[in-house]
């Protein structure tokens, strides 16, 4: 048992790469062992910027030796059919083996030995293999060798490679580097070569030349240093995984260190701040005693300095002061320009080809956005972020007083935050960091006096971006989130962009379940296919708008035989010996063209409602909720009433834990049963109690019965599931009895015919709450 | 300091070149950069380009950002085994002392949309400011190199802001420190220039004749090519891009525009490539 190390030195490897290099070294070369029957204990592996390590523990010193039989021909076949058996073992015949078959005869076997290969040139076969098969994101060619496209990729050049059997060399070479026991330590530490003698003095031996090989190690510095730096500045550090991840595969002798910038910096916006130093310039930084962003940043050198820093500090102060007053630049520049006069250039953006620029989506968000308020979607009392089973959107209206006043004013701020908040995406600051799209549009509608709500609201407008994100509830805000994804989704399911597969470029996805989590969060009460509805009339008007201002009066373009201009009722001018006019290119064209063709369309968008119930389905598997629970409500089909939908799943979930869930599901299950066995349609239901005389455990199931659906009826429309589960539940005593004492199989169709419609009946009132036939257990 | 520059790697093998006279956006323009880095013909050379992005213009209000700059251009084919050294090497030539300043290389991979080129390398930091660009080009207008070339590019004000300790690129002395001469500073000879310059770039220039000048250059372009004249042809590819700069500058180029923009200059760029691959018989 030797342990095994392999050293990949190359120029410095990209910092992202570094860990999934790792891994995959290690897993590579524990496949490739496995194949070729080399055991071995363990696998450890390391990445710096210079190199990929890797340490076998307790490898063998040979593989495996084996004994392979194979069963030949009969030993009086063909001399032909021997002969080939002897050239596929590589043996002669006195050296097979005659065994006697089951039939009397004789089997000739070939028994080959595989003698056991010793581990060095199994190792340097997987070394090779390795190098040459490792999966680097994006990798290149070098020096004289590029000549042939074919020469070895690797991600920087290959530099020099270790590879050491206990304190043997393994010899292998690959691309002109021959394998070899020195390395290099640190570039300006110990730039001179270093002589490994084995596994076991690796690690030590170049943290004595200023490398820690160890990627963790170096984290754990650096985490530990910049503490203490900010720390000794009467500081914070404001804490980055990322960061840290990023610094350690920028090093190999990390150093961190504080420096300061001009405090006149801290009025630019403090996102911005900590994104230029972050994004930038891989800089740390730091909250004073108030919390708020402190004028200090702490970069992480990769030497000890011989002034101790004093230089490195300096040079990183300098370039953050010009990126800082770069930030700044933009910042004031910016604000010189008020958010509704960059108009002009939205109209120049491509939101998306077929979907027009970005201005047409303003004009169609802010329109929507007004509705939903004016709808009473959202509401000033209800996007309060109280989740609560208010009345369902039949009820809603008169019985609900609203401050009309209230109503008006929320309309107009969702309106007025829609229209603006699309605008900082043509700002210096959102071009140069587009991560700062609507924090920076809040920013810059506080500075020109903006309402707070409506500054709020551009700023979160995006919210919530996935899972575990914000979800906003002040109800401007929640208006124009709605407005912008319901928006985005309508007119990329109208134009069949949907996502396929794993394929969902335009994050549809997200903005679906976006949707969902601000309607579930705020307790919003409506019909999905309303405001659908009204998104895609926004498009077809724009169409129509468009179609009426870009087209000719003079165009003979027609759809289906007829002229344009009878389309939308303008003064048919038609000459049909004309053939139709091309017009390239406008999507709104398209559209109104499929909405000329088929006004119907209006009324909905095809899937996606489907879409909706799938996303809300993941969601909710994702929460912890059974699927089989959700399928069952989701079977009940036509409910587009999220929060509605949702209550029934959660009422659903407490309740078959229960004892009286439990008894229903029983109950239920064995009537479904029988209908299911006999086949029984429903086709000839009717109360067989009224023509023959019901026997006492079938009176009582219909009693039962006669009481319980008339609760549960209640129960659903006052959107109390869990009454109308208890309701239900009180049918398996009933049902049990009946099973028990009567004869549902009858020979008297009449009453076979009854009783089955008894239990059809006790399954649909069942039903009436969810689909029961999908709960397992 | 470009003289030093020019002693270390002529010292070297490289030939030492001058800079092109054309408007171009980058030292990687010159012709002894892109066409010299096609082909199998080993070469070395150093020069210095001047450099126009009229979108870095900053007013001469910025400490480091300009939109006319100097960078040292140094190409190596195929690119030797100890380039790493050498630069470095060239640097503590230049007076940078790595013992106390924070070299770092810093994933950086290179592109250029407009040449059809790309390849990976590092940008070189020097205490956490860019003061090089290294690259080994993959692919050159379209084709693979063969064999790889290795290009460094020294941005000349941020080294010598290091050198000199100063705070801003006009505060660089710009001539002999220990003459008895006036001092002149980068400032004294470029603030002004800076100043007009971003002003025309962004506010003033015609974007009609621009325009024109565009389709001007993209139809000579075509040109030369259709007369088996590579280099003319690269030239107006070069003429091509820096108008599209200059455009993008004046922001009236859409983002939809913008991409069929570059398109154009890339196929520009590229059919000179191909032209000079075939004028010399190499194979693709």
Redesign the interface.
Known sequence: MTDFLLELRS??I???MQEKARADLASLFAARLEALNLDHEGIESYAT?RRLALIVRGVADATTAMTEERKGPRADAPAQAIEGFLRSTGLTRDQLVERDDAKGGKLLFAVIERPGMPAPSVLSNACQHVIHAFPWP????????????ESLRW???L?GIVALFGDALVQFEVAGVKSGVTTVGH??HHPGPITIGSAADYIEKLRACHVIVDGAERRAIIAVGAKMAAGKAGLALIEDEGLLYENAG??EWPVPLLGRFDADFLSVPPEVIQLTARVN?K?FVCSGADGKLANAFI?T???D???GGA??V???Q?????RL??AR?FYETDLKTRLEDLQPKLE???FH?KLGTVADKVERVAKLARWLVTENIVTPAKAGGQSQAGQSPETLGPGLRRDDEEVAKLADQAERAARLAKADLVTGMVGEFPELQGLMGGYYAAAQGEDPAVAEAIRDHYKPVGQGDDVPTAPVTVAVSLADKLDTLVGFFLSDERPTGSKDPFALRRATLAVEILTIVSGLRYHLESPIAFGTKRYFDQADQRVRSELKPDSKLEFSGTPWKKLIAVDPDDDPEDPPVEIGGSFFVNYWLRYSANRALVAGVPGLLDFFADRLKVQQREAGVRHDLIDAVFALGGEDDLVRLLARVHALQAFVTTEDGANLLAGYKRAANILKKEGFDGTDAGTGANIYAAEPAESTLIEALNAAEPRAAAAIEAEDFAGAMAALSTLRAPIDAFFDQVTVNDADQTKRAARLALLARMRDAVHRVADFSKIEG | MILTLHDYWSARGCLILQPYDMRMGAGTFHTATTLRALG?DPWNAAFVQPCRRPTDG?YG?????LQHYYQYQVILK????DL?ELYLGSLAAIGVD??????????D?WESPTLGAW????EVW????EVTQFT?F?QMGGF?????A?ELTYGLERLA??IQNK?SVYDLVFNDAEGNGPVYTYGDVFLENERQMSKWNFEVADTETLFDLFRKAAAECENCLGHGLPIPAYEQAIEASHIFNLLNARGVI???ERQAYIGRVRDLAKGSCAAWMEKNGWAA
Not at chain 2, 119 to 122: I, P
């Open positions: 120029e410095e990209p910092a992202r910027p994006k990798s290149m060619r070098w020096g004289e060798a590029s000549a042939s496209t991600v920087r050049p530099q570039r300006f920028l090093t310039q800089y970069c050198a990769n030497i300095a011989l002034d230089k490195i300096e040079g990183n300098k370039v953050l002061a010009a007053s770069d630049f120049k953006i491509v080809e | 199998p900053r209000e910025n400490p480091n950002r195929p690119s030797p085994p790493q790595m013992q106390t300043h924070d070299i770092r290389f810093v994933e991979d390849g990976l390398g590092w020097c205490d956490g400011m080994y993959q693979d190199c063969k064999p790889v290795g802001m290091y705070d859409s983002v939809a």
